[in-house]
Structures are given as structure tokens and as C-alpha cells.
């Protein structure tokens, strides 16, 4: 079946420590995105990516990075320039032309720092 | 002001009610409204789109204002599975999603 996968589900990071999430889909989806949700507040965009070999910052881009290398694969790292990462992390896939079922999330990582 | 706003919830009700939850978006130029169901430590996942006609899915039904710029979903005979919260998100023209905070429900029996 397709879909979009991320790992790890639970990922604990030690502070001064870049750590990366990963993203793969294999639904043929052009645009990639990846969010974060705090308790108690809404997703919010950190970067996305609409086509392979670019993307874009999202609201909140300071502290991550990414990179689409391939159509399939949006990884998403989370550097230590970023003072508060504890949250669940969320990536998700549109097909453009689709509306409105294109959208489609992975299960999430949290991401916890110890 | 919150891009999307919607009730601060929560909401408790028994089995069988109805619940109607609301929800406001600022941006006049917003093209593509939805909810989404969100279940506790999980992924959001597509509920329903949202159509100026009014739309309605077996016990759900949603609504857009756009003069307004309001957007509602209506659940009737609630069910104990429909506990969770319900997001309102709304697509703007540079091809984001914008969540609300979400509404919680919690339904008992």
C-alpha cells in the first residue's frame, strides 16, 4: 500500500546534538511538508518542497534544515541552533491537481530532549 | 489575530447529541477549507473538505461562510469513536495548509 513513512516514531535527542528525521513516500507526490505540533497549538510549517531539488522555508524554519534530493525522500534535521525542539514532528504529501484528497500525513516523531 | 480560529473546546457530551463547532479564518484570498479528525498522539487525518454549498458525509455535515469567513462541521448522534479533536484548516493561495488549535471532543457514554 502507499503511504508516507517516518522514522523514528520516538527519537531523543541529547542538547548540542543535530539529529534527523526521515520522511519516504511512496505515493508519486510532488510537494512534501513538514510541520510541528506543540500541546495545546495548531501545526505549524516549517519547510516544504514542491519539486525535487527545492524547497521553502515554512513560519518557523530557524533551527531546521532539508533537503530533496529525491522525489520519494524530504528528511528533516533538526539542528542545535533550535533551543526548543521537544514536539511531534508531522510530514505530509500532496499530488498537486488533486484537491482536495491530495494531502496525506506520516504517523509522526517525537521528538524528545534529555 | 490567529490565521485560523476556532472554539476553545472542551467539549463533553453524551452519546447521541449533537455538537456544532466553529471555527474563523482572516485571510479573505484563502481558497481550499477543511476539517480534520485528530486522535491523541496521532497523525491528523482528512475528515472532510468544506464547500460553500454546504457539504454533508452521513452524520457530518460542514459549512462555509465565505462572505463570513466562517466554516462549521456539525456531528449528529455522536458517537463514543468520535472522540478527538477536530482541526480546521484552511488552504491559502501559496498552496499552505493553516491549522487551527484545534477543538477537542470528548463524548461519554
Known amino acids: 500500500d502507499g503511504g508516507i513513512t517516518q522514522s523514528p516514531k520516538y527519537l531523543f535527542r541529547k542538547e548540542g546534538q543535530n539529529v534527523t528525521l526521515s520522511c519516504e513516500q511512496n505515493l508519486n507526490h510532488d510537494a512534501m511538508y513538514w510541520y510541528r505540533q506543540d500541546p495545546g497549538q495548531g501545526l505549524r510549517l516549517i519547510y516544504y518542497s514542491q519539486i525535487v531539488n527545492d524547497f521553502q522555508k515554512g513560519d518557523i524554519a530557524e533551527g531546521y534544515s532539508v533537503s530533496r534530493e529525491k522525489k520519494e525522500s524530504f528528511p528533516l534535521t533538526v539542528t542545535s541552533a533550535q533551543k526548543n525542539p521537544t514536539a511531534f514532528y508531522l510530514c505530509?504529501?500532496?499530488?498537486?491537481?488533486?484537491?482536495?484528497?491530495?494531502?496525506?500525513f506520516g504517523s509522526g516523531t517525537r521528538l524528545t530532549v534529555v | 489575530r490567529k490565521e485560523v480560529e476556532q472554539d476553545p473546546g472542551p467539549f463533553n457530551v453524551p452519546e447521541g447529541a449533537t455538537v456544532a463547532f466553529n471555527c474563523t479564518y482572516s485571510n479573505s484570498a484563502s481558497q481550499s477549507f477543511f476539517w480534520y479528525r485528530q486522535d491523541c498522539r496521532k497523525e491528523p487525518k482528512l475528515l472532510m473538505s468544506v464547500y460553500s454549498s454546504g457539504n454533508e458525509d452521513g452524520r457530518f455535515t460542514a459549512q462555509l461562510n465565505r462572505a463570513s469567513q466562517y466554516i462549521s462541521l456539525l456531528i449528529r448522534d455522536s458517537k463514543l469513536s468520535d472522540s478527538a479533536t477536530y482541526l480546521c484548516v484552511v488552504k491559502d493561495g501559496t498552496d499552505k495548509l493553516i491549522f487551527g488549535t484545534g477543538t477537542r471532543l470528548q463524548v461519554f457514554p
Open positions: 505530509a504529501s500532496r499530488l498537486p491537481g488533486q484537491e482536495p484528497y491530495g494531502y496525506t
